[in-house]
């Protein structure tokens, strides 16, 4: 059963254009949601992460949008570069139980930013 | 945030050996993920390992596979026993730190298996 469940699985934006990547989760015990950025040939990296007590965090061009009533949250990229081509994936994780510590991932989404 | 150095980086192993992969934190640290990541997929979480007790596999993972070691707050080994072609995959550890469950991942080990 997947946890996350992440869209669109690919996504092609032109230079300057928003990427938006959206995540939707089931397991209320879930109180971190991090995205994560991938090149290829390497481990994810950390872009930014939200609590559900926020409905939004901005980080530079990247900013989460979240919606806990819906259990919903987004990536949005603002003025999208060709650096920003990666692979995305949405998580999430808990304090408690089954979700204790670990990070359940999303399927990933497939950005190319064309110049 | 925790630096993870993780070795070897990528290797390409007979069918039936084994593969050690290490992950050395620059921190002490109480819990140590390892996923596996396939071609063109998601991360999957193979096992727990917290110092001092056994690590706890996920659905799909056995010991005898996937054997881990967890010596210290610092040191975490994972290998791919007997492999076979489907064992290619990238094969990360991942420590949690700080209050807010800062995750860090290492750069990863790429496997082959021919």
């Known amino acids: 059963q997947q946890q996350v469940k992440q869209s669109p699985q690919s996504l092609i934006v032109q230079k300057g254009g928003i990427s938006i990547i959206n995540c939707a989760y089931e397991n209320t015990a879930f109180d971190y949601f991090p995205w994560y950025q991938q090149f290829p040939g390497k481990g994810p990296a950390l872009l930014i992460a939200?609590?559900?007590?926020?409905s939004e965090k901005k980080e530079g061009r990247f900013t989460i949008s979240f919606n806990k009533s819906a259990k919903q949250f987004s990536l949005h990229i603002m003025d999208s570069q060709p650096g920003d081509s990666a692979t995305y994936f949405c998580?999430?994780?808990?304090?408690?139980?089954?979700?204790?510590?670990?990070?359940?991932f999303g399927r990933g989404t497939q950005l190319t930013v064309w110049p | 945030s925790a630096v993870i150095s993780q070795k070897p980086s990528r290797d390409i192993c007979q069918r039936g050996t084994s593969l050690t992969i290490q992950c050395q934190v620059d921190s002490q640290v109480t819990m140590m993920f390892w996923y596996r990541q396939q071609p063109g997929q998601s991360l999957t979480l193979i096992a727990t390992a917290n110092q001092g007790s056994e690590a706890t596999y996920e659905s799909g993972f056995v010991i005898d596979k996937f054997p881990i070691s967890r010596p210290n707050l610092t040191f975490s080994t994972l290998t791919v026993s007997n492999m076979s072609p489907e064992d290619s995959s990238i094969y990360l550890c991942?420590?949690?730190?700080?209050?807010?469950?800062?995750?860090?991942f290492g750069s990863g080990t790429r496997l082959t298996v021919v």
């Open positions: 991942s420590v949690v730190t700080g209050k807010y469950y800062g995750y860090t």
């Open positions: 998580a999430a994780s808990g304090r408690g139980g089954s979700t204790l510590g670990r990070l359940y």
């Open positions: 939200i609590r559900p007590d926020v």
